[in-house]
Every structure is written in C-alpha cells, then in structure tokens.
C-alpha cells in the first residue's frame, strides 16, 4: 500500500503563488508515476499536471500549462505542485495521485490517492 498526503493548500489573493506538496509513505517504487488532479464545487476531477517519478517528461493541462510547475524530490519521496498567477476558477480541491507505470491524465488509471487540499483563490 501507499499513502499520500497532501499539505500547503490555503486561500490566497488572484495572481499570487501557492506550493502543495505530497508526501508518500509505504512502499513506492520507481516505476511510479505522480500527479495532480483538481475537483472545482460541481464539477468532474480533472487532471492537472504529472510526472514520472525517477524522471522524464513532464505533462500539464492546457488550463495550467505555464503556471503550474510539478516537481518531486525521491529521496523524500515527496512530489511538489508550485503554482504562480493564480486564478479564481483554479479554485478547487487538490487530490495527489500515484500509479504504476508510465504517467498519465486519465484519472480511473491510478491507484493510490490522497485526502486532498483546499485552495481557494480570491479575487
């Protein structure tokens, strides 16, 4: 099993910058993918960013695609979601998310997920 915990969500100001980091524990090989995923008040979990997590190619949503920046630190085994100019509708609960293999936005293919993180982005 893994368990993924999510930290660093909080309300802040349209245009300001925020950091989520996950933290895994138990078992988490190096074939394992991360990402983030995102609910928004009435609507569908949506895939954010994700990254391989010995490396490799990087992959964003068009909607946060040169804002958001996914990074990870194995030796902490802890993945990282920086997050600059900020948005109203980036609004959401954010949802840490692992799987095997290779990464990927589809949301039913990964296995473990944390508790998620409120980020609320006022204007």
């Known amino acids: 099993q893994v368990q993924l915990v999510e930290s660093g969500g909080g309300l802040v100001q349209a245009g300001g910058s925020l950091r989520l980091s996950c933290a895994a524990s138990?078992?988490?090989?190096?074939?394992?993918?991360m990402a983030w995923f995102r609910q928004a008040p009435g609507k569908e979990r949506e895939f954010a960013a994700a990254i391989g997590w010995s490396g490799g190619p990087r992959f964003y949503a068009d909607s946060v695609k040169g804002r958001f920046t996914i990074s990870r630190d194995n030796a902490k085994n802890t993945v990282y979601l920086e997050m600059n100019s900020l948005k109203p509708e980036d609004t959401a609960v954010y949802y840490c998310?692992?799987?095997?293999?290779?990464?990927?936005?589809?949301?039913?293919?990964?296995?473990?997920w944390g508790q998620g993180t409120q980020v609320t982005v006022s204007s």
């Open positions: 138990g078992r988490t090989f190096s074939t394992y993918a």
């Open positions: 998310a692992a799987k095997v293999g290779q990464l990927s936005p589809t949301k039913i293919l990964y296995n473990y």
